[in-house]
């Protein structure tokens, strides 16, 4: 997402929400991998995690 910062004085400059991505085992395939993953994909379970 793109947004802007905001200074006391009303001055606006452009920023950047990035996502918030935990390296996580998971299985892909029926193999585990490491993948980059956020997190509310790991909260909601649209991932599955390996053990």
Do not use: D, E, F, I
Not at 20 to 27: A, F
């Amino acid at each position: 997402m793109t947004g802007n910062n905001v200074s006391h004085a009303n001055n606006r400059k452009k920023r950047r929400w990035y996502p918030n991505l935990q390296t996580v085992r998971v299985l892909v395939g029926g193999a585990p991998r490491r993948t980059s993953v956020c997190t509310q994909c790991l909260k909601s379970n649209r991932v599955k995690k390996a053990s």
